[in-house]
């Protein structure tokens, strides 16, 4: 039995409309303000990435409703439990806000602390929502470029939004800032166009995560030849004044996205997810770096590179927990949250083995797309592997749902779950939250029921790894993994050899 408290007795939040409910299928941020704490919903987010791959694409009814609405929401609990769920906030339709990626707390010198919740919407321009109450939301800060933000972050009395482009490929790095954005609008930190642009003193590619560390703002962009990590040389960060910490993917090339960051005894440690959406068609494990106050990286969890690469700064070394990438397992595709807690480092995945059968009906019904995106083999060959992985699934008994590793030193690694804490449906582990009174909050991504808020005090959670440390891969599951390895070695090197996937110097 967990020790966690189920915090929505119904999944995706909605008792009085159970199809809503499931349609906030991701809790895809969290914050804490006053008395509560705040989720800002994803919106039928598998869909939506169906529609990614063509608006003519269809999505199979395991992740389809009816009635379907993809106008995000906020939802609020009252910490002690004597108030239900309440809805705050529902965008309208004229908005075509699809989900809320970030929340945070901020407020400017002498103000008081509001809350801001950043949207998803591809059309139009990046909504950034404030509430100093939690019940009533206004929107803020002018007109915001792009499609997204997946973070935010109050640094020296200034918020700072990086927001993502996606509908173009996510490629400028547009970074904002205000002290309140309610009385002074957004800011570019630089403009990316700027002719004085100097690209070896800028990080110019798309933002994917910021983080402070060291008294510095660190950026992680995706580029073409893969991830990199900047800093700024000052606490107010400005154009031709950053500095390049680490490049090229960590060593791996397909290495695109920085998922992940989180600061731990002194480290920064950063994940990395393969390129998309190569990554969603055929999962392959994320890897974990870490960074030193000297700007020193070297790998913790990963395998030998899909597309080496040849770093700037550093190299890649054999990964220091022992872990290959996603953790031994290739449908760790994301590293989806990392935090300390209570003295541990906590990582959160996302598990894509717990959708290879979404993704095999998406391919099935969309067969036409599909080849004409890469060719029929690659379709034959997809439809194969999925096939071939469900029924390894069953024959090895493969614990679905996201998995949750800790780490008393950042090194060392045990797994805490593998199944999704609650229910083998939470197929990620989304947002992790360390509350005022030192509770743990995960959110999860849960496209089946709707998502789960999960709340564990510092004496629950330390009786939980008590007694789930000993969780762990059977040697026939690590045998199915690598059988599974290779037929996705297989499916790469055709798409290669194909010129469907280009390789990277």
Not at 278 to 286: E, I, M, N, S, W
Not at 388 to 412: E, N, Q, R
Not at 438 to 443: A, D, H, K, P, R
Request: proline share 4%; glycine share 8%.
């Amino acid at each position: 039995m967990s020790t966690f408290e189920k915090l929505n007795k119904i999944n995706g939040f909605d008792f009085k409309n159970p199809i809503n409910a499931k349609q906030n299928n991701y809790a895809w941020s969290m914050a804490e303000l006053g008395d509560y704490i705040y989720v800002g919903t994803g919106r039928n987010v598998p869909w939506i990435v169906t529609k990614l791959l063509s608006p003519d694409a269809e999505a199979p009814l395991l992740i389809s409703t009816t009635n379907q609405d993809n106008n995000a929401e906020i939802w609020r609990y009252k910490k002690d439990g004597s108030r239900p769920w309440q809805r705050v906030y529902k965008a309208k339709t004229e908005e075509q806000i699809n989900g809320f990626r970030f929340m945070i707390v901020h407020a400017m010198p002498n103000s008081t602390p509001a809350l801001y919740a950043a949207s998803l919407s591809f059309q139009g321009s990046v909504a950034i929502l404030k509430s100093t109450d939690g019940s009533n939301w206004t929107r803020v800060g002018g007109d915001i470029k792009g499609t997204s933000s997946r973070s935010m972050v109050s640094f020296n009395g200034m918020l700072y939004v990086a927001v993502l482009d996606e509908a173009i490929g996510g490629n400028m790095p547009l970074l904002y800032r205000s002290k309140d954005p309610e009385f002074f609008d957004f800011e570019l930190v630089f403009d990316p166009e700027d002719s004085d642009i100097d690209p070896e003193k800028n990080p110019i590619g798309g933002i994917n995560n910021i983080v402070v560390f060291n008294k510095k703002l660190y950026v992680c962009i995706s580029t073409s030849q893969g991830i990199e990590v900047w800093r700024s040389n000052s606490g107010y960060p400005k154009k031709n004044d950053w500095t390049l910490v680490a490049d090229k993917g960590f060593g791996d090339a397909l290495n695109d996205n920085a998922m992940a960051v989180g600061v731990y005894k002194d480290y920064l440690y950063v994940t990395a997810t393969k390129k998309f959406p190569l990554t969603l068609l055929v999962p392959f494990g994320a890897d974990m770096i870490r960074i030193d106050k000297l700007d020193r990286w070297e790998l913790v969890v990963g395998g030998l590179p899909i597309i080496p690469s040849k770093p700037s700064t550093g190299r890649r070394n054999k990964a220091l927990s022992g872990y290959g990438s996603g953790f031994f397992n290739p449908f760790n595709v994301y590293i989806w949250q990392v935090m300390e807690y209570n003295g541990n480092l906590l990582a959160a995945t996302f598990d894509h083995g717990t959708n290879i059968e979404n993704l095999r009906d998406i391919v099935l019904l969309n067969k036409e797309i599909i080849i004409d995106r890469f060719d029929e083999d690659v379709y034959k060959l997809l439809i194969k592997i999925y096939d071939t992985i469900l029924s390894l699934f069953k024959k090895f008994h493969y614990p679905k749902g996201f998995d949750l590793y800790v780490s008393k030193d950042g090194i060392k690694f045990e797994p805490l779950s593998l199944s999704g804490i609650t229910t083998s449906n939470n197929y990620g582990g989304r947002i992790l939250m360390e509350g005022s009174e030192g509770e743990l909050y995960i959110g999860t991504a849960n496209p089946f029921d709707g998502c789960e808020v999960l709340r564990a005090d510092k004496c629950a959670f330390e009786r939980y790894m008590y007694n789930h440390r000993k969780v762990n891969y059977d040697d026939s599951l690590f045998l199915f993994k690598r059988r599974v390895e290779m037929m996705l070695e297989e499916l790469v090197i055709h798409i290669r050899t194909k010129g469907l996937l280009e390789e990277k110097k």
